[in-house]
């Protein structure tokens, strides 16, 4: 199937750093999705994009729908402890059908004290 | 904020025993979704459904069945359950296709 290329896979980053991840596609998408997951628990949504240049914050987080509709970007604001999980991209292909979202592979934030 | 649950939690079956998992919703959404978690491979399609009785196969459907009697209700069956099935299974609902998919907490699956 279709796939979303995240970076980066890790990073490891001091509390009270900003953070940035993005994905990437050969393909155009109508909508990117972020969600965090928690060890042990589902995927919470954080942000959706709709349109494409479209910038929405949610806190600290603050997330992009590139222009050329192939990708997003995500970034966390003053790093706290709690941001520590993993982070994925979805899309939804331009010209999918109802089966819906493509998933990246995620990216693990890990903060050092 | 639980408005999508599922059960067992956590399940250990024998090979070739069958295992019904269950996704239940209060939020009326029209698509739910199956998936599977495994390291390395993020989340997978397995299948979903666009409405009661009404469902298709996604990327990884084989060796798998679901049904779909009420809205709320989505049940993802493993007829003959494999080793290569071990894995962590989320469900998910939507209100419409394309837009947001809300998670359930997940059933994490061992089978010996």
């Known amino acids: 199937g279709q796939q979303l290329n995240q970076s980066p896979q890790s990073m490891f980053i001091q509390e009270g750093e900003d953070v940035s991840m993005n994905c990437t596609s050969s393909s155009i998408f109508n909508t990117w999705l972020w969600y965090k997951q928690d060890p042990g628990e589902g995927p919470v949504l954080l942000i959706a994009?709709?349109?494409?240049?479209e910038l929405t914050s949610n806190g600290r987080l603050t997330a992009q729908f590139g222009i050329t509709r192939k990708d997003s970007f995500l970034n966390i604001s003053a790093s706290i402890p709690s941001d520590v999980g993993i982070y994925f991209c979805a899309g939804q292909l331009a010209g999918g059908g109802a089966d819906g979202l493509t998933f990246g592979k995620g990216t693990h934030l890990i903060i050092q004290p | 904020d639980a408005g999508i649950t599922q059960s067992p939690r956590h399940k250990v079956t024998e090979t070739g025993t069958p295992v019904t998992l269950r996704c239940h919703q209060t939020e009326n959404h029209r698509y739910m979704y199956w998936y599977r978690q495994d390291p390395g491979h993020g989340l997978r399609l397995i299948h979903y459904s666009y409405g009661v009785k009404d469902t298709d196969k996604g990327e990884v459907s084989d060796g798998y069945s679901v049904s779909r009697s009420k809205t709320e209700d989505f049940l993802l069956t493993l007829e003959s359950a494999t080793s290569s099935q071990t894995s962590v299974y989320f469900c998910?609902?939507?209100?419409?296709?394309?837009?947001?998919?809300?998670f359930g907490p997940g059933t994490r699956l061992t089978v010996t």
């Open positions: 994009l709709y349109k494409a240049g």
């Open positions: 998910a609902m939507g209100l419409a296709q394309g837009y947001e998919q809300y």
